[in-house]
């Protein structure tokens, strides 16, 4: 089992097509909507493994600080 918790989910997409392993991808986003949300990176917050190997990954946008 490879730990992809913490990474971008790029970095990690681009690893497992390389190693052909099997993933899904579900997205979570704050209940309340925020415009401090950097929409291009994702990371993974969380994975689990099922019994035929797929990668269930919940991915999350990096959040930024606000520029004044």
């Given at each position: 089992m490879v730990d992809?918790?913490?990474q971008s989910l790029s970095v990690?997409?681009?690893q497992f097509d390389k190693d052909k392993v099997k993933?899904?991808?579900s997205r979570t986003r704050p209940t309340r909507n925020m415009s401090n949300l950097d929409e291009e990176c994702l990371y993974v917050i969380r994975q689990q493994?099922?019994?035929d190997?797929?990668?269930h990954l919940i991915?999350?946008?990096k959040m930024v600080k606000d520029k004044f």
């Amino acid at each position: 089992m490879v730990d992809t918790v913490a990474q971008s989910l790029s970095v990690v997409k681009e690893q497992f097509d390389k190693d052909k392993v099997k993933y899904m991808i579900s997205r979570t986003r704050p209940t309340r909507n925020m415009s401090n949300l950097d929409e291009e990176c994702l990371y993974v917050i969380r994975q689990q493994i099922d019994t035929d190997g797929v990668y269930h990954l919940i991915v999350a946008a990096k959040m930024v600080k606000d520029k004044f």
